[in-house]
DNA sequence: ATAATTATGATAATGATTATCATTATATAG
DNA sequence: CTATATAATGATAATCATTATCATAATTAT
């Protein structure tokens, strides 16, 4: 996603663009394809503005990705992690690896098949969310 | 899932099958296709067992969950729920409504084609979630 | 410049889950 | 059966991610 791109929709929302914020969308862009959490950023952010604070970065994820700028999401299931939303890859999954935690991407879509059955049910299907659990590449070789 | 499966499945694991994870045991059978948290778990089983303690019900839950008896998941997102296995809905998954809340079911399994995608690429896939976001057929009405 | 709005950082509060530990129940060995 | 080892329980403290609060600071509108 642009930065311009970026600039318009926290204009749209007069969310105003503060050192604060510039700093998370650095991380945020320095780090595309990763999956941070709050903690992550707060880190990498105070190389950048060292007296940021924590609740900046969790007001700051939460405005980003309720305007799609960033895509949150759990995996380890006590702690969301956030990662910069690009265009073309809307509707990834991803798989973890059970050994050791490594986060990969699949890209495709073979949902749409079910979407329009749960359509003709009388549901009205916004979204949906696809994770993969087993062991990569790597760590397969080595079992 | 008979109840006998699941006392051959703890005696197999040398569990023994107290007052307590019998008042669970009863509760997650009395509420087939429902998705309780610990807590509401706790509810019912005081019911029976009026001195059951939060961390039993914790324990057992887990105990249960990783004999593959229950399975648990996340929805809210701050929350694990468990739900009784079935045998023949292994691998169903959930629509989650917007609106009310409801957690309703999808049967049905398309995604040998993605896994078997993954496996030529050398991972090795154990398992997968697929969750829906939207509206249930009530909620679409009412809208 | 003044007043209104928005944003920030420190810190307290929250809520689900896990850890600890003394006590109790159950099983096993002699 | 009795002693002893093992497993389970309940109360409660600890943990940890996230949210709420609130006084202060920065930005914008008047
Ligand atoms: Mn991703
Ligand atoms: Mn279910
Ligand atoms: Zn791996
Ligand atoms: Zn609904």
Known sequence: MVVD?????????????????????????????????????????RKILPNIGIATVYRTLEKLASLEVLYKSMFEGNKYRYELAENEKHHH???????????????????????????????KIIDHELKFY??????????
């Open 5 to 45: 791109v970026i600039n318009a929709k926290l204009h749209e929302n007069s969310y105003r663009l503060t050192g604060q914020r510039k700093a998370v969308l650095n991380v945020m862009l320095e780090n595309k394809g990763r999956h941070l959490s709050a903690e992550e950023v707060l880190w990498e952010a």
């Open 134 to 143: 087993g062991y990569c590449p790597t760590c397969t070789r080595k079992q």
């Open 93 to 123: 999954h991803h798989v973890l690896c059970l050994a050791c935690g490594q986060i990969s991407e699949v890209s495709g879509d073979l949902l749409h098949e079910l979407e329009s059955k749960l359509d003709d049910q009388g549901y």
